[in-house]
């Protein structure tokens, strides 16, 4: 693995969007003020506007290096390059993966913090809370994935309807789970089986579609 | 086209640009100078060695051959090639052929007549 | 044994509705070939196998010593590939592209970068998005030969260019090889461009190499022959006859394999030969084709 040219391709794709990149930062920076802000009305926003930047920004940014790619042409360009397939997709994974991952484990943190910190916010929140954040983590690789090896924008959609859908279905079903609707409202942080199951299976989800992707991406006979 | 090179090296020569024992530019720089592929090049060489007009010697590169007798020989090809184009456009403007000797005396003339 | 710059020994590669079938090239270093063929003929597939973006179904391919596609990547360190449907990357500027091949290839050679940027007539500074399709081709092509790279693969290099960007280009080709160890690949639909500066030259057409042989041989080798045929004298069927047109007592015959014997054949079987006429690489080549159609018409 030529980590030099790994990184070239990251460093290039983060150049190409790096006012995107900023601008959710900065919206990101603003629901974090918001959630700390203390009354109801101000976390409930702080709360909508940080999920979806965490969703957003997946989407975007693959749209963006992945899709992008083959819509303008320039995949010939970037494939002339001294590199094989295994290298674009890693390139490719880390560069959407590295961005995703500040936002997202700097929330995630900030939110425990918030929960734990705040009188108003039970602390039997957070289990919930990292469950949730982590699926979207999940969904953010799916599109990932669908975007690298289908590299069709029509799939990708595609993924990140059943994404915004499993999102939402997943909400309601973690939350109408009996031992974690119970513990949510609580004051105690109950890591309970039904969040460490769920937190295990998403993990092993986001190894899987990794797994995956770098399988069939070493396996196309025409990568132009 | 490298009969059309083979005229312009001899041209060259003919003229004094190079003369005789000149080293002249090797295969591949006469290509690139002239655009032409390297293989055309290499043939014309090849003729023009054949016919005595240049020496290659392996590694050493090309150079115009030694001999006095090499521009004569040049503007003698040359005056048969022009004067076999002057009985072909007389014959095709109805000239005999004393009117076309007529013709060369005067162009000679003029030309004597220019040079001094 | 030569060295190869580029060597395919019995390529395939099967789409739907398209397959490449036994190709075989040879590619000595040093030299230029041109790749000749119609559009849908199967040049840029081959040319994409050869830089291990599209993967063979059957046969070897050697670039520079190095296997396509298992050892792409090594192999494209010393390769500049430029095709017409590469772009660049609209957003960023002549310079930025320049930088970054830059901070890739250790070969970059800024002087000549600059000096090529000034015959193309290029600025820099300027966005893609801002370029002439003429000036976005002269852009690629500035990027890889500037770097000088052992071996050039040019799918369409002049395609759409006016004819001062095409001899702009064709002098750029023919800069790289006059170092002998470099080599140039290049396909194109323009005859007079391969005809001008090519060592060898391929032709291609439906998936399959019609032919291969360097310039001079082809050039040498193919004549139009008219004659005039009396009425009841039978022409003799010579090897290397590829077709015959003509009505009446006039007759051409375009032969693939001249030589002054096959005019005294005519001669001595009672037909006049008013004229043996040279081919130009274009009349070659369509004349190879169609013959090759109807034969397999037929």
């Known amino acids: ?63 963006a290096t992945v899709v992008e790619e083959r819509k303008e042409m320039t995949l010939p360009f970037v494939m002339s390059l001294p590199i094989s397939a295994r290298e674009y997709t890693t390139a490719k994974i880390l560069a959407n993966l590295l961005i995703f991952l500040v936002p997202w484990g700097t929330l995630l943190i900030a939110s425990f913090a918030l929960i734990a910190g705040s009188a108003a916010l039970p602390d039997g ?34 993924a990140i309807v ?51 992707t770098f399988w069939l991406q070493s396996r196309k006979t025409d990568f132009i | 086209m490298y009969l059309q090179i083979m005229e312009q090296i001899k041209q060259r020569i003919a003229v004094g640009d190079w003369p005789a024992g000149e080293e002249i530019p090797s295969i591949r720089q006469l290509a690139v100078a002239l655009r032409v592929s390297v293989i055309t090049v290499k043939r014309a060489y090849l003729e023009l060695e054949r016919e005595g007009v240049i020496v290659t010697q392996h590694g050493k590169g090309s150079r115009v051959a030694d001999g006095a007798s090499l521009s004569p020989r040049l503007w003698e090809e040359e005056l048969a090639q022009h004067l076999g184009q002057a009985a072909r456009l007389g014959a095709l403007l109805g000239l005999t052929p004393d009117e076309l000797e007529t013709r060369l005396r005067e162009a000679a003339n003029r030309f004597m007549e220019d040079q001094s | 044994m030569k060295d190869l710059a580029v060597h395919f020994e019995g390529v395939g590669k099967k789409y739907r509705h398209f397959t490449l079938d036994d190709i075989h090239l040879e590619l000595p270093t040093g030299s230029i070939m041109g790749f000749i063929g119609a559009n849908g003929a199967g040049k840029s597939t081959t040319l994409r196998i050869l830089m291990g973006l599209v993967h063979q179904d059957r046969g070897t391919v050697n670039v520079l010593g190095s296997d396509m596609p298992a050892q792409q990547a090594a192999a494209k360190r010393d390769i500049g590939f430029v095709s017409e449907d590469m772009r660049l990357y609209k957003s960023a500027t002549l310079a930025w592209h320049m930088g970054f091949i830059r901070s890739i290839y250790p070969s970059w050679d800024e002087a000549y970068a600059a000096s090529l940027a000034k015959r193309f007539d290029l600025k820099p500074q300027q966005k893609i998005k801002g370029l002439s399709h003429g000036q976005r081709v002269k852009a690629a092509l500035l990027l890889v030969l500037a770097r000088r790279p052992r071996l050039l693969v040019l799918d369409e290099p002049t395609t759409g260019l006016d004819p001062v960007a095409r001899q702009e280009i064709l002098g750029g080709l023919m800069e790289v090889i006059a170092d002998e160890r470099r080599t140039v690949l290049f396909s194109s639909q323009n005859t007079l461009d391969i005809e001008q500066i090519s060592d060898l030259i391929t032709f291609i057409d439906r998936g399959r190499i019609v032919d291969s042989d360097d310039k001079e041989t082809f050039l040498e080798r193919w004549r139009r022959v008219r004659l005039e045929v009396p009425p009841g004298v039978v022409l003799p069927a010579l090897p290397g006859i590829v077709g015959t047109a003509g009505s009446g007592r006039l ?23 008013r004229a043996v006429d040279t081919m130009t690489l274009e009349e070659i080549f369509v004349a190879n084709v169609q013959s090759r159609r109807e034969g397999q018409a037929a």
């Open chain 1, 162 to 212: 059943l994404g915004n859908l499993g999102f939402n279905g997943f909400l309601y079903f973690v939350s109408h789970i009996p031992s974690m609707g119970s513990t949510m409202k609580g004051p105690d942080i109950i890591w309970n089986q039904a969040a460490v199951t769920l937190l295990l299976a998403e993990l092993a989800a986001v190894l899987l579609l990794l797994g995956l």
């Open chain 1, 125 to 158: 929140l957070i289990p919930f809370t990292a469950v949730v954040l982590t699926e979207i983590f999940v969904s953010t690789c799916l599109i990932l994935a669908v975007a690298l090896v289908s590299e069709s924008q029509g799939w990708t959609i595609g």
């Open chain 3, 251 to 273: 007759t051409v015959v375009t032969t693939s394999s001249y030589d002054p014997a096959t005019a005294a054949a005519y001669q001595s079987a009672g037909a006049t030969v």
């Open chain 1, 1 to 63: 693995m030529n980590t030099y040219m790994v990184k070239r391709l990251i460093l290039k794709d983060w150049y190409f969007n790096r006012w995107t990149i900023v601008s959710y930062i900065a919206a990101g920076a603003v629901a974090l003020v918001l959630l700390g802000m203390g009354n109801e009305g101000a976390f409930f926003a702080g709360t909508i506007l940080l999920v979806t930047v965490l969703i957003a920004l997946g989407i975007h940014l693959t749209m």
